[in-house]
């Protein structure tokens, strides 16, 4: 499975993600695995950028993709790689595809995916109510394109690892933690991993979402210079006193979930 990405082909401080994948994930005969489930949390620039060389030119099969459901539009594109890797997202997510593409939400049903002794994969957002919520303003009127608030309704995900739990909140804000909090509170407590939301801004913390996770871990996703203007750290801190607070702006970030529930990061 792969979530997202932001793949770098020349640039020294990140890894680029293509070459990473290639060259950590093979079978026993040394054949590049396939990517099974690619979740696309929603498709912001920094989240779906290098989609078009990993699908066309990356020889990385792709079985499924996850997508949501939306009528977002950028209004400019930052770069024509932006507008490459939109026009290739538009592509992928369109009726006649040939892609499986999925779209899924909170009250569909099967609702959990990755079902084998229990349930591994469950979405708790985006919901209907969300969805909504992100097209219309607060006086009913239809949102322009552009304006579609993709940031509370993004997917975010509870991932079952052995006996650990993982949440994965993408850039997920205010009002879609409180709508998960008031629809699965009793799913957030004593969460092992948290990939932070927003990538450890303050736009992405909500106090009473990390204090119901708790979580041991916590890691943020963004460069030296956001992490000092916009980072949540010691929000994060003064909710969750015990956790430990990994970035990935110190480098590549490896977590290895046991089948004992240690987890050991790398």
Same mark, same amino acid.
């Given at each position: 499975?792969?979530?997202?990405?932001?793949?770098?082909?020349?640039?020294?401080?990140?890894?680029?993600?293509?070459?990473?994948?290639?060259?950590?994930?093979?079978?026993?005969?040394?054949?590049?695995?396939?990517?099974?489930?690619?979740?696309?949390?929603?498709?912001?620039?920094?989240?779906?950028?290098?989609?078009?060389?990993?699908f066309e030119d990356s020889g990385i099969n792709i079985n499924?993709?996850?997508?949501?459901?939306?009528?977002?539009?950028?209004?400019?594109?930052?770069?024509?790689?932006?507008?490459?890797?939109?026009?290739?997202?538009?592509?992928?997510?369109?009726?006649?595809?040939?892609?499986?593409?999925?779209?899924?939400?909170?009250?569909?049903?099967?609702?959990?995916?990755?079902?084998?002794?229990?349930?591994?994969?469950?979405?708790?957002?985006?919901?209907?109510?969300?969805?909504?919520?992100?097209?219309?303003?607060?006086?009913?009127?239809?949102?322009? #394109? +552009?304006?579609?608030? @993709?940031?509370?309704?993004?997917?975010?995900?509870?991932?079952?690892? !052995?006996?650990?739990?993982? *949440? &994965?909140?993408?850039?997920?804000?205010?009002?879609?933690?409180?709508?998960?909090?008031?629809?699965?509170?009793?799913?957030?407590?004593?969460?092992?991993?948290?990939?932070? #939301? +927003?990538?450890?801004? @303050?736009?992405?913390?909500?106090?009473?979402?990390?204090?119901?996770? !708790?979580?041991?871990?916590? *890691? &943020?996703?963004?460069?030296?210079?956001?992490?000092?203007?916009?980072?949540?750290?010691?929000?994060?801190?003064?909710?969750?006193?015990?956790?430990?607070?990994?970035?990935?702006?110190?480098?590549?970030?490896?977590?290895?979930?046991?089948?004992?529930?240690?987890?050991?990061?790398?």
């Amino acid at each position: 499975m792969m979530i997202d990405m932001f793949n770098h082909d020349d640039h020294d401080d990140y890894e680029n993600i293509i070459e990473y994948y290639k060259s950590n994930f093979k079978d026993s005969n040394g054949n590049i695995r396939s990517i099974f489930r690619y979740i696309c949390t929603h498709p912001h620039q920094d989240h779906i950028c290098g989609i078009k060389k990993i699908f066309e030119d990356s020889g990385i099969n792709i079985n499924n993709f996850w997508d949501i459901d939306h009528e977002f539009e950028p209004e400019e594109f930052q770069d024509d790689e932006h507008k490459e890797d939109w026009n290739k997202y538009k592509e992928i997510r369109k009726e006649d595809s040939e892609y499986t593409v999925i779209r899924t939400k909170r009250e569909d049903k099967p609702s959990k995916y990755w079902d084998d002794e229990e349930d591994r994969i469950e979405v708790l957002s985006p919901s209907e109510k969300l969805i909504e919520k992100a097209h219309n303003k607060e006086d009913g009127t239809k949102r322009k #394109a +552009h304006e579609v608030d @993709l940031n509370n309704m993004p997917y975010v995900l509870l991932m079952r690892v !052995n006996k650990l739990k993982v *949440v &994965f909140a993408s850039d997920a804000e205010d009002k879609c933690w409180e709508d998960i909090l008031d629809n699965c509170s009793v799913k957030l407590g004593n969460i092992d991993l948290l990939k932070a #939301a +927003h990538h450890g801004r @303050l736009s992405g913390f909500q106090e009473k979402a990390v204090k119901k996770m !708790n979580p041991k871990y916590i *890691v &943020f996703s963004m460069s030296n210079e956001t992490d000092d203007e916009h980072g949540a750290e010691e929000d994060y801190k003064n909710s969750v006193l015990e956790a430990e607070i990994i970035r990935t702006n110190d480098g590549t970030v490896v977590a290895k979930l046991g089948f004992d529930g240690k987890i050991e990061i790398e």
